[in-house]
């Protein structure tokens, strides 16, 4: 398909040469006029995906008592900050807030949002404007001092390097064009890559998550130095591995990332294990993984959602079913085991809320 965005990156393959995966991601969702994220509002049933805030408001709300018990776990500095990467629509924050002040009624914690996309940010604004939040582009314009951070469906959607192997060794996936130049196609570049030791049989994938690796790292140093943690949950996988995860979504389907540029959302999965390995090597602990059912669990979502059907009508009571059921269940159609949660932690500080002092999985 055809799309603006196919003419700008057509145009920089036949000027430069065939791009490497992390620059077509890039470009994808972060092109300063055409791309994914600057243009559009994707959450929803009109969007192209739905996160777990958007599901139902239980999940926010755990994640307001979860800041609420790390908070009191490090002493209740205050001020505090507290910031959330790739907020959505602001949704996640507005619960977990609400629930926030509930748990902790004087303490005021200072909002801050990365985030990129002026379309979302507008969102932002007008569900959390009473919470005064600063704006980011990136992590490294937070401010100094302890810090509590939120990354909810946040690392699946960086750019990642991708690598396959052949006889000839590791060479890096590229995207080219076609023979007839009307349409991308992967390809792989002439020689490998040198610096690449792993081993794997000739075909296998490898992804190499760097943004999000060095992201990790830079907050790792800054918890450990200044106190606080940082909570992770997204699609992925807790062992290391082999295969190819780069995936689009529009429309809630499936489709082929070369397709139309631009117009779908791209992920991977997240290698939690890659981002736990960063974090402990600035000298941070790292609590769990565990899937998202236990961590959701584990932190009292079904109270909630009995608590919340007692003050229900009849239909309200089968829709907090029905969210409860997408958080939690096991297969395609729930998030319960698809989705980890992972905490990069003070080593200081006890043992997160939620992970239940599970012995981290993760070898370092």
């Given amino acids: ?68 018990l790390t908070w009191a776990s490090m002493g209740g ?31 005021k ?3 801050h ?56 060794g590791w ?12 349409r991308l196609a992967f390809g792989l570049a002439a020689e490998p890559d040198r610096e690449i030791a792993a081993q794997a049989p000739v075909g296998a994938l490898m992804t190499v998550p760097g943004p999000a690796l060095d992201i990790v790292r830079t907050l790792s140093r800054r918890i450990v130095a200044q106190g606080g943690a940082l909570l ?3 699609y992925g996988h807790v062992r290391p591995g082999f295969g190819d995860t780069l995936q689009a979504v529009s429309a809630h389907r499936f489709t082929d990332p070369l397709l139309a540029p631009g117009e779908a959302d791209l992920t991977t999965h997240v290698d939690f294990a890659a981002l736990g390995r960063a974090a402990a090597g600035e000298g941070a602990r790292i609590d769990g993984p565990l899937d998202q059912q236990a961590f959701l669990l584990n932190l009292g979502l079904r109270q909630r959602a009995d608590r919340l059907k007692g003050a229900a009508s009849h239909a309200q009571a089968e829709a907090i079913d029905a969210a409860f059921h997408r958080l939690t269940a096991s297969g395609k159609r729930g998030m319960g085991s698809l989705f980890q949660a992972i905490g990069i932690v003070d080593p ?12 981290s999985t993760i070898k370092t």
């Fill in 348 to 359: 200081r500080l006890a043992s997160l809320s939620g992970f239940n002092s599970v012995a």
């Fill in 77 to 107: 500095p205050n001020p505090l900050v507290l910031a959330e990467l790739g907020p959505g629509r602001g949704t996640l924050m507005a619960d977990a807030l609400r629930a926030l002040g509930r748990a902790a009624p004087d303490g």
């Fill in 109 to 111: 914690p200072a909002i």
């Fill in 232 to 234: 992770a949950i997204d």
């Fill in 113 to 168: 949002l990365v985030e990129t996309s002026p379309v979302l940010r507008a969102a932002q604004a007008s569900r959390l404007g009473a919470a005064f939040p600063t704006w980011h582009d990136g992590i490294e314009t937070l401010p100094d001092g302890p810090m509590i951070v939120i990354a909810n469906e946040f690392f699946d959607a960086l750019p990642v390097r991708q690598f396959q192997r052949t006889e000839r």
């Fill in 171 to 182: 060479c890096e996936r590229l995207v080219g064009l076609s023979p007839d130049g009307g």
């Fill in 1 to 68: 398909m055809t799309t603006p965005l196919f003419a700008a990156i057509r145009d920089e393959i036949v000027e430069t040469g065939p791009i490497d995966i992390a620059r077509y991601m890039a470009l994808c969702l972060g092109h300063p006029v055409h791309g994914y994220y600057r243009t559009r509002d994707p959450l929803g049933a009109r969007g192209d995906f739905v996160t777990a805030p958007e599901i139902s408001q239980m999940f926010g709300e755990l994640i307001g008592i979860w800041i609420a």
